[in-house]
């Protein structure tokens, strides 16, 4: 079995690391009622996705 001859330090764990954060989410606004929403998902204030309506405003 592979067993590392030298210890990794902390500055090279920490470098490879790195790149392995979480980003933020992409947030868009709504062009109905300009409000915030998830790019490509139906907007959760108003239930529009692309000008149409797809769920009606008396469900939310």
Avoid: F, L, W
């Avoid at 709504?30 to 959760?44: I, L, V, Y």
């Amino acid at each position: 079995m592979a067993v590392p001859k030298k210890k990794t330090s902390k500055s090279k764990k920490n470098m490879r690391r790195a790149h392995d954060s979480i980003s933020a989410p992409g947030i868009s606004t709504c062009p109905q009622c300009q409000e915030p929403k998830r790019p490509h998902r139906t907007c959760a204030n108003c239930g529009t996705y692309k000008g149409k309506e797809v769920i009606n405003s008396e469900d939310i």
